[in-house]
């Protein structure tokens, strides 16, 4: 499996962005996706992910903001983010894994990254 995430980056506060993630492989429809972010000097946080029915789970601190979907068909994976914060300021990764998890080591798979800077 390959991921490639991309639609990182400048936006000022209150503004919106989507990431977009573009995977490759076998059984992709059975996987779990999810977004991940780290900012710098922190650790990897779980953002969202979606299960295979297309159930989604978020983090306290983008409930409400951020919407995780995924488009089987296409094999992509979106996050759109509104309302954005500066503490949003981070690289968001994108993830894929066989079980729904909230820990980064339970992916197996992960893209690249996109930078994401929220500042006015």
């Known amino acids: 499996v390959q991921l490639q995430a991309s639609g990182g980056g400048l936006v000022q506060p209150g503004g919106s962005l989507r990431l977009s993630c573009a995977a490759s492989?076998?059984?992709?429809?059975?996987?779990?996706m999810a977004w991940f972010r780290q900012a710098p000097g922190k650790q990897r946080e779980w953002v969202s992910c979606i299960n295979s029915a297309g159930t989604d789970y978020y983090a306290d601190s983008v409930k409400g903001r951020f919407t995780i979907s995924r488009d089987d068909a296409k094999n992509m994976v979106y996050l759109q983010m509104n309302s954005l914060k500066p503490e949003d300021t981070a690289v968001y990764y994108c993830?894929?894994?066989?079980?729904?998890?909230?820990?980064?080591?339970?992916?197996?798979?992960w893209g690249q990254g996109t930078q994401v800077t929220v500042s006015s």
């Open positions: 492989g076998p059984n992709l429809d059975y996987h779990a």
């Open positions: 993830a894929a894994s066989e079980v729904v998890s909230r820990t980064a080591r339970h992916y197996d798979y």
